[in-house]
């Protein structure tokens, strides 16, 4: 992919504002549950167990089987690290739990699995749904998805509970903040602690511009002029105007889905 050091730029603003960041090590003491969102960046799903690991947190891990399955099956199969673990989970969640139980040692009486979602909207009910049931209601959660579908998980879970009447605090926490840099050797994804379990190149540039029309509240977006999943949401004009330059981009507008 040819990118310029202006889209470049562009495209860091963009992953600055989605990578939503409200979190503090203070907050882990004060949060009544973690929510992991199903997703196959590894990085982030390791700083999130890394410090479940330290606390007494328990964790609702929600996803089902849906478009990230496969790659995150694929990233702990090929990873250095994890790979040489069994994985024989069918759903995110499972899979994740696993890891969870593996690799860190957390308690798997920690854990509660939501393993029937295939979408941002179906985690935030179905975790709902599932807390509800068990006559759970806590009120301050540390929210945890893919980075650069961080602030839209943490919109469609506000907007979500909220119309089911439910209350809570949700911090956003995408655990690294991702950016891509050039390089000698072309273009490169920092940020994380390690390379490994990264999107690709291609992928991030697809779900930055990608998630931007999502959150734009128009008749192509999920706000109320669009398709309802979520509430309005304000976009900086810096960040505004920063896609409007990559999508004006034929090669890089066809990426938008």
Request: aromatic share 8%; glycine share 8%.
């Amino acid at each position: 992919m040819n990118l310029s050091a202006s889209d470049v730029a562009d495209l860091n603003t963009l992953a600055y504002w989605l990578a939503e960041d409200d979190f503090n090590t203070e907050q882990a003491s004060e949060a009544d549950l973690m929510i992991l969102a199903g997703h196959a960046v590894l990085p982030n799903i390791a700083g999130a167990f890394a410090l479940l690991a330290q606390t007494s947190l328990p964790l609702l891990i929600s996803g089902g089987t849906g478009h990230s399955t496969e790659l995150l099956r694929n990233a702990l199969t090929a990873s250095q690290q994890y790979g040489t673990l069994r994985f024989a989970g069918a759903s995110e969640a499972e899979l994740l739990a696993e890891l969870a139980t593996s690799a860190f040692n957390l308690s798997s009486d920690r854990l509660l699995l939501e393993n029937k979602s295939r979408n941002c909207g179906e985690n935030a009910a179905f975790s709902l749904q599932m807390l509800l049931t068990l006559g759970e209601r806590p009120q301050r959660i540390i929210l945890v998805q893919d980075p650069l579908m961080q602030r839209r998980t943490v919109e469609t879970y506000r907007y979500t509970w909220a119309s089911h009447g439910v209350s809570a605090t949700f911090i956003s926490w995408p655990v690294f903040i991702p950016y891509l840099e050039k390089t000698d050797g072309g273009l490169r994804i920092a940020g994380a602690e390690t390379a490994e379990g990264l999107w690709s190149v291609d992928r991030f540039v697809a779900m930055t511009l990608g998630e931007i029309r999502r959150l734009r509240d128009d008749a192509e977006g999920y706000g109320p002029a669009g398709q309802g999943f979520i509430g309005h949401v304000d976009l900086p004009d810096a960040v505004h105007q920063a896609w409007l330059r990559l999508v004006n981009r034929p090669e890089l507008a066809k990426l938008v889905r």
